[in-house]
């Protein structure tokens, strides 16, 4: 009985065992019926390849203006010269097969000794860092696919390989691959790669010179022989080198004596430029970095790529650019009469770079309304391409062109401050010390004037005032509308001081085109626009690949932005402003300029009913005093660029939103005036001034002592022009104004005269 119980027992076992090998199995029938069925899925999916490959290289692009008027052909004539595989040298080709592909000529689109290897070696680092693509593998994904690793892209990569090597000899393969891989900087193709590194062709390599080129393709960024880290320890590109030079020896490529006369080769490196140019080239090289940017986000490859498929691709580019004003930008920055006055020798930024004329200068146009950028002008003289674009890629201290962003708006927007508010330009009392850890700001001419409205410390570009009112208003708030209203994107925390606040001395500056746009604020009824420089690119079916618009928000009211432009106008309109010069006809102009400490960065920017835009000029190398440079040289600049952009353009003042009234004021006190204010021993004190409504005041005028009865004022809504006077009477100047001719250049302002970038404790 015991020995059936035992067998029954085990029958049993034996029963739900099988019972779970057949659930088992079913399930792995399932999954792997599942797997086949998104296989399938994934490979249907895959996008068709042209084998004309070659063919397809030349389908350049189209780039047209913003009105639809075509400017040139987008094409790798610039970053690619296509060259036949025969005219590739055997160990050039040999030094991509050995350190790419050593099984190249064995196998059918896919290695799969490779691919186990490399799976092997992800399964024991858990990591997706091993690499199993062959060359044929890697053209695929250079002319159709995305090179991000994941299961759907490389079973894909995989199976079009495998088509293409049907189609297509291994020279053709080889052929296609050595002429679109990227190979850093602007290179794709070893032809270009050839001339960018050693300035010569390829057919003139030696096995070294191949060696290094090809060792690039794992990672163009970390073996770029000129990066700054590997200009000062080539040790990780050299390395890189030699462990090609080692494959190309193990595999028979090279001799011995072949190996050994390469590793002991010193790389000089010499790039040649390509003569070829691009038209416009300031505002298409940036615009094209934004499109492949936005590419390579919707599409979900790199922006390498991107750029490549641009090149090649055959599409429509439908820039913002207005040719006009491009042209006149770069006729008036490239105009050597404006800057004969400096006797400055020609500088080179990198070692690599081509010497280029001192100062240098950059700027911005856009249309505020739309975002729109119509013209960039990103250096002075001749310049290669891809050269350092300093309207949008180089930050430099803004100084006193900061003071209406982190100061004057903040104030006027928050209500803290109006146009007439009082301040007492004096030096700073032991209270205001301990606040600012001991730094004290000082006027660029070293005087005080006293009690100064907010208006007349904007228009003669006040330091002390701009401190004080900044104390007043406080770090985080001025910090705030730098970065979150005027889009700002450079402030570090070391600016977050009064001193860089307040005097613009940031740490890294700022870059123009950011400024032109915030700018631009005071110009829309206090909306900013995002600056866009581009609207569209369709393929060549005319479908929208990608697409863009300004992106719009709120910075200030209507009513600040407003005040903020009539202030501003003082700048350029009034004699002792310091923009005079940046006034062309009748056109409005509002503006500020700005001069760093030694005088090393000077800028104007400004805005007029169509335009903001601005001009910024300096040394390349940072930091470094220019003698006699002056902002209203910037100024001067600024205005001869909108006088032409301007050009058929009907003059128009800025609109005037509700909620602004007019109210007379007091000049000494801020406040409304009585009879004394109008018989002051200097003359009438009495000014209109314009307010955001329900800031204007209401106290009695107590800096005229004997206070009378209040005379019989009437407050017009509507004076008959307050745009003439600002807000402030020219027959009642103050006397201490000290007015110069309307046709000299205007009073210099800037930061303190031995200060830099001063630091004290956070606010």
């Known amino acids: 009985m015991a020995e059936k119980r035992k067998s029954k027992r085990k029958n049993k076992k034996r029963g739900v065992l099988n019972i779970l090998l057949i659930i088992f199995l079913f399930i792995f029938l399932f999954i792997f019926a599942a797997g086949i069925g998104v296989a399938i899925a994934v490979i249907k999916s895959a996008p068709e390849i042209d084998a004309n490959i070659l063919d397809n290289l030349k389908q350049s692009s189209r780039i047209y203006d913003k009105d639809g008027n075509f400017i040139e052909d987008f094409s790798d004539v610039q970053n690619r010269t296509v060259v036949p595989l025969k005219k590739i040298p055997k160990h050039v080709q040999h030094a991509f097969i050995a350190i790419e592909d050593e099984r190249f000529y064995k196998h059918h689109g896919i290695d799969p000794k490779r691919i186990f290897g490399a799976l092997w070696y992800d399964i024991k680092t858990m990591s997706k860092a091993q690499g199993a693509s062959t060359i044929t593998q890697q053209l695929i994904k250079n002319i159709a696919l995305s090179p991000k690793k994941d299961f759907s892209r490389k079973l894909q990569e995989m199976y079009l390989a495998i088509q293409l090597e049907r189609k297509l000899s291994k020279d053709q393969i080889l052929e296609g691959y050595l002429n679109t891989i990227y190979l850093g900087g602007s290179a794709y193709g070893v032809q270009a790669a050839s001339m960018f590194y050693f300035g010569k062709d390829v057919?003139?390599?030696?096995?070294?010179?191949a060696a290094l080129i090809a060792g690039l393709t794992q990672s163009p960024y970390k073996y770029y022989p000129y990066s700054k880290k590997n200009q000062e320890n080539p040790k990780t590109y050299l390395d890189r080198q030699q462990t090609v030079l080692k494959k190309m020896l193990k595999q028979g490529y090279i001799t011995q004596e072949q190996y050994d006369e390469a590793i002991n080769q010193k790389l000089v490196f010499k790039s040649k430029e390509s003569p070829n140019t691009m038209k416009y080239q300031w505002f298409i090289e940036p615009a094209i970095d934004e499109i492949a940017k936005d590419m390579a986000d919707k599409l979900n490859i790199t922006e390498s790529e991107a750029k490549q498929r641009l090149r090649t691709g055959g599409y429509n580019i439908y820039l913002t650019i207005d040719t006009k004003i491009q042209e006149a930008a770069e006729a008036v920055i490239n105009d050597d009469s404006f800057f004969k006055q400096f006797n400055l020798k020609p500088y080179a930024s990198t070692e690599n770079s081509p010497k280029v004329s001192q100062p240098q200068a950059a700027a911005v146009i856009m249309d505020y309304s739309t975002g729109e950028v119509r013209a960039i002008v990103g250096g002075r003289g001749p310049h290669p391409l891809r050269s350092m674009n300093r309207a949008t890629d180089v930050k430099r201290q803004p100084g006193s062109a900061i003071k209406p962003l982190s100061v004057y708006a903040p104030a006027i927007d928050t209500q803290l401050a109006t146009a007439a508010t009082i301040i007492e330009d004096s030096p700073f009392s032991q209270e205001l010390l301990a606040a600012t850890g001991g730094w004290e700001p000082k006027n660029y001419d070293n005087s005080y004037r006293g009690n100064v409205t907010v208006r007349e410390a904007i228009t003669r570009s006040i330091n002390v005032v701009a401190a004080k009112l900044l104390l007043q208003l406080g770090i985080g708030t001025s910090v705030d509308y730098l970065q979150n209203k005027f889009h700002i994107s450079t402030i570090k925390n070391s600016d977050k001081y009064v001193a860089p606040l307040s005097l613009g001395g940031l740490t890294e500056g700022v870059y123009p085109i950011e400024m032109a746009a915030a700018y631009g604020v005071f110009g829309n009824k206090g909306i900013y626009s995002e600056p866009i420089l581009y609207t569209k690119v369709t393929d060549r079916y005319n479908n929208i690949i990608v697409e863009r618009t300004s992106t719009q928000s709120r910075s200030i009211s209507s009513q600040?932005?407003?005040?903020?432009?009539?202030?501003?106008?003082?700048?350029?309109?009034?004699?002792?402003?310091?923009?005079?010069?940046a006034r062309f006809g009748s056109m409005p102009v509002a503006g500020k300029t700005g001069t760093t400490s030694d005088y090393t960065n000077v800028w104007f920017c400004g805005v007029t009913p169509y335009y903001s835009g601005a001009v910024w000029i300096g040394h390349d190398k940072p930091n470094t005093s220019i003698p006699g440079l002056k902002s209203s040289l910037a100024a001067k600049l600024w205005g001869e660029i909108m006088k032409r952009a301007h050009e058929g353009l009907k003059v128009v003042d800025f609109e005037r939103p509700s909620g602004i009234v007019y109210e007379?004021?007091?000049?000494?006190?801020?406040?409304?005036?009585?009879?004394?204010?109008?018989?002051?021993?200097?003359?009438?004190?009495?000014?209109?001034e314009m307010f955001i409504d329900g800031t204007q005041p209401v106290e009695l005028c107590d800096y005229h002592v004997n206070?009378?009865?209040?005379?019989?004022?009437?407050?017009?809504?509507?004076?008959?022009?307050?745009?003439?006077?600002?807000?402030?009477?020219?027959?009642?100047?103050?006397?201490?104004?000290?007015?110069?001719?309307q046709n000299q250049s205007p009073p210099q302002e800037g930061q303190n005269p031995q200060q830099t970038n001063p630091t004290q404790p956070k606010q």
């Open 560 to 581: 600040a932005a407003y005040i903020m432009l009539d202030m501003m106008k003082d700048v350029v309109r009034k004699p002792y402003g310091t923009g005079g010069r």
């Open 707 to 741: 206070i009378v009865p209040e005379p019989d004022i009437t407050t017009p809504e509507n004076p008959s022009n307050p745009q003439d006077n600002g807000g402030q009477n020219q027959e009642t100047q103050n006397p201490t104004s000290n007015p110069t001719d």
């Open 664 to 688: 007379k004021v007091c000049l000494d006190s801020g406040k409304y005036p009585t009879d004394l204010c109008f018989n002051d021993p200097r003359g009438n004190r009495v000014v209109t």
């Open 203 to 209: 057919n003139e390599l030696t096995i070294a010179e």
